[in-house]
Nanobody
Framework: QVQLVESGGGSVQAGGSLRLSCTAS????????VGWFRQAPNKEREFVAA????????YIDNSVQGRFSISRDNAKNTAYLQMDNLKPEDTAVYYC???????????????WGQGTQVTVSS
């Protein structure tokens, strides 16, 4: 079992930045890929970015490419989502997940956090 807790969400004006954190407990963190997903009101949850457990390989969705980056510090059992040049359409609940592959599909992720709200105003 892996427990995940997101933090760092909040309200920001368009063009601003936020860094989300995903802190894990339980099994060895470096054994898992970490993905970030988001769900806007009245929309399905969608993939944002993912990072491998040990190699640092990343996969960023085209919709946020160039504005968002993902990283992790296995010594701290924490993964990060750096979000720059935020837009109102980035407003959503952001979830981190731990799983077996660096992938954009939810089926590859076994453990999920509770989510953190990000609100971007124009």
């Amino acid at each position: 079992q892996v427990q995940l807790v997101e933090s760092g969400g909040g309200s920001v004006q368009a063009g601003g930045s936020l860094r989300l954190s995903c802190t894990a407990s339980g099994q060895t963190f470096s054994n898992y890929a970490v993905g970030w997903f988001r769900q806007a009101p009245n929309k399905e949850r969608e993939f944002v970015a993912a990072i491998s457990g040990s190699t640092g390989g990343t996969y960023i969705d085209n919709s946020v490419q160039g504005r968002f980056s993902i990283s992790r510090d296995n010594a701290k059992n924490t993964a990060y989502l750096q979000m720059d040049n935020l837009k109102p359409e980035d407003t959503a609940v952001y979830y981190c997940a731990a799983g077996t592959a660096v992938a954009g599909l939810e089926k590859y992720y076994d453990y999920w956090g509770q989510g953190t709200q990000v609100t971007v105003s124009s």
